[in-house]
């Protein structure tokens, strides 16, 4: 075998070169003729081949480093500003020392205490013509006998006395750390002048303020119900400060509520046990409810829902024999905002350290958007003229026909309304709607119209001009809105 592979292979490599190898050829080539020629090539082609991505995700180890560690006390001394909700600024101090020892420090007051140092500027009063009219441009113009009282006038004491009571209240507040006033409510009165007409002597006391709402008071008298809206509220005082005699048995409308509060009180304090503390506050609230209940069965007051007054400071109460422009309970005042002016009287105290309040129907009046808690006017163009020592001897229920005539008249001693304004009239809030008039048929069968109302004309000569002329639409709406809409 080994022998025969040998010969094939020699054979095999020396066949090309012997005759042998042409006639081969020409053999092979004889019978691939009359055959189909195969040509075979390579074909280059794309291929896509997907490769995953791989994504690196790179880890960054954050080492937080603490700052040392103190070796002994370092004293400090830091300083912080910010604003309170309130709008006061407030700037703090703190200041450490090295003490003694823990045991023995929280024995002595004066190791852990606080230092208050409050600045205010108390603002100066305005007393001249131009700066009234800065927020009033209506003022000179409405009040033309101004001109004459100004220079002899007299910054109030009353408004020195209203801006220590603040100070005063804030000092408390502060150092027990209460509520204080904010900035809005301390900066509520521009000026209190003290105003005598050279001509007449009218004395009169001129306050320029704000105007917050208060919602008091009730008559069963006049009103045997009461809105749930109003009595409600967080605030609200069945009695005015200026009160009379009821003249009917109709109930105060707040009467069944307040004998239930007693009645709930009562029931509470005879039960055995009770803490010491809780008997003693429910023993002065019996006898506070006892104290109203006799007053609400007897007295009528004011309604601010339907009555048009004032509320004045407390810091007046009791200068009456000191001072001759002190206002009291009842005096006729006059309140003056933008280019109207409204009658009124004096008809309920309000806080020693505030100024500026009004009932509910004068404030609606002059915004109809005003609430219990949304007051009618923020800014300080409220101007009250009240007229002291004008108080009817004998207290009734209000009288607004008699209330405007007396106000005018006191106007009229201080030179009187300029020409092109008028005193604002106020409708009755009781009065019945009048039954509708028949139409009488004429002769030929046409109804004939009623006659036209007659216009009243202005009262002492003061003009009236349509611009001026009383509204009747929203600014003159008296109901509480049902929808418990509420203020800020």
């Not at 004293?75 to 450490?96: E, H, Q, S, Y």
């Not at 105007?211 to 009730?218: K, L, T």
């Not at 007229?387 to 009288?399: H, L, V, Y």
């Not at 039954?435 to 009488?440: K, M, R």
Request: glycine fraction near 6%; charged fraction near 25%.
């Amino acid at each position: 075998m080994r022998m025969a592979f040998i010969l094939v292979l020699v054979s095999a490599l020396v066949l090309p070169f012997t005759p042998f190898a042409g006639r081969i050829k020409k053999a092979i080539e004889s019978v691939l003729a009359g055959k189909e020629r195969i040509i075979t090539r390579d074909v280059l082609r794309d291929v896509i081949k997907e490769v995953p991505v791989v994504k690196e995700v790179t880890k960054e180890v954050i080492r937080e480093v603490q700052p040392p560690l103190p070796d002994k006390y370092i004293p400090r001394k830091d300083i912080d500003v910010a604003t309170l909700f309130n709008g006061i600024t407030v700037k703090t101090n703190l200041l450490t020392e090295q003490g003694s020892f823990a045991s023995l420090e929280r024995l002595d007051p004066e190791a852990y205490k606080a230092e208050f140092q409050l600045s205010i500027r108390v603002p100066k009063a305005n007393q001249t013509m131009v700066e009234l009219s800065r927020i009033n441009k209506h003022l000179p113009a409405i009040l033309p006998g101004l001109d004459a009282m100004l220079p002899a006038a007299k910054v109030s004491g009353f408004y020195h006395k209203l801006y220590e009571n603040k100070t005063t209240r804030v000092q408390n507040d502060l150092t027990r750390l209460n509520r204080i006033l904010d900035r809005h409510n301390f900066y509520d009165c521009e000026t209190i002048l003290e105003l005598t007409h050279p001509a007449t002597q009218r004395r009169t006391l001129l306050i320029q303020s704000e105007m917050d709402v208060v919602a008091d008071g009730s008559d069963g008298d006049r009103m045997p119900t009461l809105d749930e809206y109003i009595y409600l509220s967080d605030y609200y005082q069945p009695f005015t400060s200026y009160a009379w005699a009821k003249t009917t048995k109709t109930p105060n409308p707040l009467l069944a509520r307040w004998e239930e509060r007693l009645k709930k009180a009562q029931d509470e304090f005879a039960i055995k046990g009770l803490p010491a503390s809780r008997n003693r506050e429910l023993s002065a609230m019996i006898s506070q409810l006892k104290l109203e209940i006799g007053e609400l069965k007897s007295r009528s007051s004011l309604i601010a829902e339907k009555d048009p007054f004032i509320v004045i400071s407390l810091l007046f109460r009791g200068y009456g024999d000191q001072n001759k422009f002190a206002p009291q309970i009842g005096d006729y005042a006059a309140v003056i905002h933008e280019g109207r002016i409204y009658p009124a009287i004096c008809g309920d105290y309000g806080p020693s350290f505030k100024m500026g309040e009004a009932s509910l129907l004068m404030a609606k009046t002059i915004n109809p958007k005003a609430t219990p808690y949304i007051r009618p006017e923020s800014d300080l163009k409220v101007t009250y003229l009240v007229f002291p020592g004008t108080a009817e001897k004998t207290r009734s229920a209000p009288d607004l026909v008699k209330w405007r005539e007396k106000c005018l008249e006191l106007l009229g001693d201080i030179g009187g309304i300029g020409a092109g304004y008028v005193l604002h009239t106020w409708e009755d809030p009781f009065k019945k709607p009048e039954p509708p008039v028949p139409v009488t048929p004429a002769a030929n069968g046409t109804p004939t119209p009623p006659a036209p109302a007659t216009t009243a004309t202005a009262t002492a000569g003061t003009s009236r001009t349509p611009a001026d002329t009383p509204s009747t639409g929203p600014a003159e709406t008296t109901a509480i809105p049902s929808d418990g809409s509420s203020k800020k």
